[in-house]
């Protein structure tokens, strides 16, 4: 059974909270590696009463890749830490600059994030100059 009492405040207020009674298995398609993956009754109750996520929100990654992807999403949080304490050293670190780059376009696979231009742009370029 569900229990909207338990949900989140935003979601207490959703055209949800007025006709779900209760939860069912469903099944989906990993947006990300087309795997079939079962968000269960019992993970639903947890993730909407416990965790209190948007009852709104739909799942679209299976658990593996949603572990990557939370992965990368610190991946890049520490990259994106390095550059703002030393930028002036890491702007001519090919290394690094490459790393981050890969680490972006790779975020963008998952389907979660906007495309970060502006950032690709500016490291495209400095991995261009001499």
Not at 42 to 58: G, N
Not at 82 to 97: G, M, Y
Not at 113 to 119: I, K, L, Q, S, T
Request: net charge positive; hydrophobic share 30%; aromatic share 10%.
């Amino acid at each position: 059974m569900a229990d909207p009492s338990q949900w989140s405040e935003q979601s207490q207020g959703s055209v949800s909270a007025g006709w779900t009674h209760s939860y069912t298995d469903l099944i989906y398609r990993c947006r990300r590696c087309q795997a079939e993956t079962l968000f269960s009754a019992a993970d639903q109750k947890y993730t909407y009463e416990v965790k209190k996520a948007p009852i709104d929100q739909q799942r679209s990654l299976c658990q593996p890749c949603w572990s990557e992807s939370h992965q990368i999403a610190r991946t890049l949080k520490g990259l994106e830490g390095q550059w703002a304490q030393s930028k002036t050293s890491l702007r001519t670190d090919k290394d690094f600059l490459a790393r981050w780059l890969q680490t972006i376009e790779l975020r963008e696979r998952y389907g979660l994030h906007r495309h970060d231009v502006a950032r690709k742009n500016m490291l495209r370029n400095l991995l261009s100059q001499p």
